[in-house]
């Protein structure tokens, strides 16, 4: 897959719509996470952009050393001290797109039992990395995952083979769910609380894929005309999956992605699950980007004229740090919003599908490699 690299535009601050207004401070303790993270892992692979964990290192030095601002103006000064905005245009083309995601609560059980029929399953042995050491000649460069064979490795089982019972029997199953629904809206949004009869909370996260493109079938229901294209949203298509039993497997089966996960960390149910930056997403502050142009950790300001139920009807603005990615979110003004975790979270999300402004703040000292 190949993209074409954006073309970034130097602005003001003063010309950034909204800035002025936004409170960015939940920001802050996002990229005290990140510090605390790179200081002790490996860097974050650097995007096609060229912005290095390099660059972004001294940002967050600096917001350690200043401490939680007291006030709005006192954290948007920060980065009007220490960045440059640029407005992301590819092709000159300034308009991109946001979605949302979540975290769900899922009602699950130790054991495969009446009412709890439907698996989350971790990361199988038989599933490798795929990168262009091993990959074999003729595997389309989106698969990072495989099945070693003897004839070399090979695209592993999809959902179809996995529902069907690839993967019974080796004691892969984290967690039985009472409803596949909820399962695959899960392998979609990568994490999920799990809530099991005698009040144990767990989480789960994202592990790792089958390896298989994300089909929507969202998209699919509309080609179908199942759902009006006006009101695709993930209610909608809940919705339709639970009214269609007869239907669901086969739609469901025509999104061929898989997903496996882990067990993650419960000792704060505040934070939110740790996500491809290997840190807490922040409710409403997260942005999910395609990793293969932009690197975690930098901050990203999003205005959406249209967007307007998550901030009681104004316009979403806001400064957000990116933190996850998804096999969704391709190009460089594509971005998905975390909205936190549970019901009212979802309901959120759902409903997120709207063009929208991006803007990337670059520290300075970085900021002049973009300049004309």
């Known amino acids: 897959m190949t993209h074409n690299l954006p073309q970034l535009r130097a602005i003001d601050f003063a010309d950034v719509e909204g800035w002025n207004t936004d409170d960015p401070r939940p920001v802050f303790e996002g990229m005290r996470h990140c ?3 790179l200081r002790q892992g490996k860097p974050y692979k650097t995007g096609a952009l060229g912005l290095s964990t390099q660059d972004l290192i001294p940002l967050l030095e600096k917001a350690e050393t200043l401490g939680q601002p007291q006030s709005a103006a006192g954290a948007r000064t920060f980065f009007e001290e220490t960045c440059v905005p640029f407005a992301i245009c590819p092709d000159g083309i300034q308009t991109g ?3 949302a995601f979540y975290e769900p609560e899922v009602e699950v059980n130790d054991r495969q039992e009446s009412g709890y029929q439907y698996p989350f399953y971790s990361r199988p042995s038989d599933l490798v990395d795929v990168d262009k050491t091993n990959r074999p000649a003729g595997m389309d460069p989106y698969y990072a995952f495989g099945r070693p064979t003897a004839n070399g490795i090979e695209p592993y089982p999809d959902r179809k083979s996995i529902d069907q019972g690839y993967l019974e029997g080796q004691g892969l199953e984290i967690a039985w769910a009472k409803s596949k629904v909820d399962v695959f809206f899960t392998h979609v949004q990568g994490a999920a609380r799990l809530l099991y009869p005698d009040g144990r909370v767990k989480r789960i996260t994202y592990a790792a894929k089958a390896g298989h493109p994300f089909s929507p079938i969202g998209r699919l229901l509309i080609d179908r005309g199942e759902i009006d294209a006006a009101t695709v949203s993930m209610q909608t298509i809940r919705s339709w999956l639970n009214e ?5 497997d ?4 025509r999104n061929r ?3 496996f996960f882990r067990e993650a960390d419960v000792s704060d149910l505040d934070l939110g699950p740790i996500a491809a930056a290997k840190v807490p997403l922040i409710a409403g502050r997260s942005l999910a980007v395609d990793r293969l142009i932009h690197t975690f950790g930098f901050p990203f300001f999003i205005r959406s004229e249209s967007l307007t139920h998550l901030d009681d009807g104004l316009p979403f603005a806001r400064l957000m740090l990116a933190l996850d990615t998804g096999s969704a979110i391709v190009g460089p ?3 998905d919003i975390f909205t936190g975790s549970g019901f009212e979270a979802g309901e959120k999300a ?4 709207n ?3 991006f803007f990337i703040f670059v520290p300075k000292q970085a900021a002049v490699r973009f300049m004309p």
């Open 355 to 357: 063009n929208a402004l």
């Open 97 to 99: 797109f946001v979605t």
């Open 244 to 248: 269609n039993p007869t239907k669901r």
């Open 257 to 259: 992605s898989y997903i």
């Open 35 to 37: 510090l605390n993270y």
């Open 250 to 253: 086969e739609v469901l089966w």
């Open 333 to 335: 003004t594509r971005g």
């Open 350 to 353: 759902g409903t997120v599908r």
